[in-house]
């Protein structure tokens, strides 16, 4: 039997290439590559990095805002709040004295009444005062102030009294041209105070502390916490800080007053400091009206000669340095001023019924 010779039994067959044509059968078509499957890991780190960078864009956006919110409580703007609805081109701003008078209240009005002064809409003011009174210095500030406003602006300036607006509150008052307070409202006491704590006891025969003083003068120390006054001592305050502090209180209210009170009548009236409800001051005098904010309102237009009025307050924006300031003002502190405050007499515009 004859067999044909086949070159190919020489050796393995070489496999097709992909592409190339098989004699007889044409070009094959490459292989079909498996399909991947995905990482499940690389789905989870996607994740992760797409909330890292959500997350670091939140933290960006709150550092702007607080950052904003930093610089507005350091630039000394106000919010403006409307109280009653009206024309923005005709204002009446009103200007808030609360609570007792110190160095931080008369710095506020300060702000209050330049941001009136810049507004050129603003046609007159409405000073709210419900306050029993303060320091000397603060009120004596306050009152300075709204008179520049008055003699620098010359536009219409009263006073509206709420609640309490006793000795210091009375005192920053009397620089508005009329005043009107609701019937419920306690004024006068227009007078002076001054108190002090005497701690000898305590601190030598509860404590057994002695205090040691070493002064220049025999007057250096007067009064003196660490021992009861003489009658001396009493009268030494009375004359260096008490008289004249009551004679400024009296010329301010003279003038302030003048064509209501006479010197006379303001004398009277200090004699015995007291206190006065609405009735009372209407009657003596102090005031000029009985009525609420609308009636106080009617009369700041009236003297505006204006028919309609936008009315505006100011109040101080958040400020993250306020608020961690105030976190640290609570937190009680016994140091040297503190003791220093409550040993030495504070002598004040203020009645301290309140």
């Not at 805002?65 to 701003?93: D, H, S, Y």
């Not at 009525?291 to 100011?314: F, P, T």
């Amino acid at each position: 039997m004859d067999f044909e010779q086949n070159d190919n039994l020489s050796g393995p067959a070489e496999p097709p290439q992909p592409g190339v044509p098989i004699s007889g059968l044409g070009p094959v078509a490459p292989p079909v590559q498996p399909p991947r499957r995905r990482s499940g890991w690389r789905i989870f780190w996607r994740i992760v990095l797409s909330l890292s960078i959500l997350a670091n864009v939140v933290l960006f956006l709150m550092v702007v805002g607080l950052g904003a919110v930093f610089v507005a409580g350091q630039g000394g703007f106000l919010n403006e709040e409307v109280v009653r609805e009206g024309p923005a081109k005709n204002k009446i701003a009103v200007i808030n004295v609360q609570g007792i008078i110190h160095g931080q209240t008369a710095g506020d009005v300060y702000r209050q009444l330049k941001q009136a002064r810049q507004d050129r809409n603003v046609k007159g003011l409405i000073v709210r005062v419900n306050s029993p009174g303060g320091t000397i210095s603060a009120s004596d500030q306050i009152y300075k102030e709204i008179r520049k406003f008055r003699d620098e602006e010359k536009k219409p300036v009263i006073a509206f009294m709420q609640g309490v607006a006793a000795s210091g509150g009375y005192y920053a008052s009397v620089a508005c041209e009329k005043f009107i307070a609701e019937p419920t409202t306690i004024t006068g006491s227009i007078g002076v105070i001054s108190s002090y704590f005497v701690v000898q006891g305590l601190l030598e025969e509860k404590l057994g502390i002695l205090p040691v003083t070493i002064k220049s003068g025999r007057k250096k120390d007067w009064p003196s916490s660490f021992k009861p006054p003489t009658e001396e001592q009493i009268q030494y305050m009375q004359d260096k800080l008490i008289t004249p502090a009551l004679a400024r209180f009296v010329e301010v209210v003279e003038e302030g007053r003048a064509g209501s009170l006479t010197s006379e009548d303001v004398r009277k009236i200090t004699v015995d400091a007291a206190i006065y409800g609405a009735q009372e001051a209407l009657d003596e005098k102090l005031i000029d009206q009985i009525g609420y904010l609308d009636e106080a309102i009617a009369l700041v237009k009236s003297m505006a000669k204006i028919d309609e009025a936008r009315v505006v307050q100011y109040s101080k924006p958040f400020s993250l340095t306020d608020f961690l300031s105030y976190r640290q003002a609570s937190l009680p502190k016994f140091d040297r001023n503190t003791f220093h405050e409550f040993g030495t007499p504070q002598v004040m515009y203020l009645w301290s019924g309140y």
